[in-house]
């Protein structure tokens, strides 16, 4: 396997000027990958993952809204505040003071890619505008994440509807 050159995990800047704009409304949860299974194993149950992305209530802060849809049917509400910090590309998660979340480009059409770090784990996520991204897009991050010892691979398998996001 010949691993991208790391050039390729472009970090995406917090700029107020354009940032949070390209990275509003929905997005469907496609893998993770980790060094070991047990950093991926929250997202075992899961079918699929619908999210959507809004500005918060104040300056720097972002509101994600998620709908889970687990493999047995039900759908699980969440919701989370991100915190942007001035000259910083780091998402800092509210209430959870120990993780961290770095937001990456990704070579897909309407991807995007997070490294999710925290008490014990270090994940990669890729999300997508489309539920099914080309195969193309799968195995580019997972071939990337292997490059940097993820060797644990999950890709959900989104068999069931995804459930109704709410919108408000």
């Known amino acids: 396997m010949v691993c991208p050159e790391h050039s390729q995990l472009t970090t995406l800047g917090v700029d107020e000027k354009e940032f949070p704009e390209p990275h509003l409304g929905q997005w469907y ?10 950093e991926l194993a929250t997202f075992d149950s899961v079918d699929n993952i619908i999210f959507n992305m809004a500005s918060g209530s104040a300056p720097l802060q972002l509101q994600l809204r998620a709908t889970i849809r687990m493999k047995n049917g039900f759908c699980v509400p969440r919701e989370w505040i991100y915190h942007l910090t001035e000259g910083n590309t780091d998402l800092r998660t509210e209430g959870r003071p120990d993780m961290k979340t770095e937001l990456f480009s990704s070579s897909c059409p309407g991807g995007i890619m997070l490294k999710e770090t925290g008490q014990g784990y270090q994940r990669f996520l890729l999300y997508n505008r489309s539920p099914h991204p080309s195969e ?11 490059c940097l010892d993820s060797r644990a691979f999950l890709l959900t398998p989104r068999n069931q509807e995804a459930c109704k996001l709410s919108s408000n």
């Open 29 to 38: 949860f496609i893998a993770g990958a980790a060094p070991t299974k047990e």
């Open 136 to 146: 193309k897009c799968v195995e580019e991050f997972q071939t990337l994440t292997s």
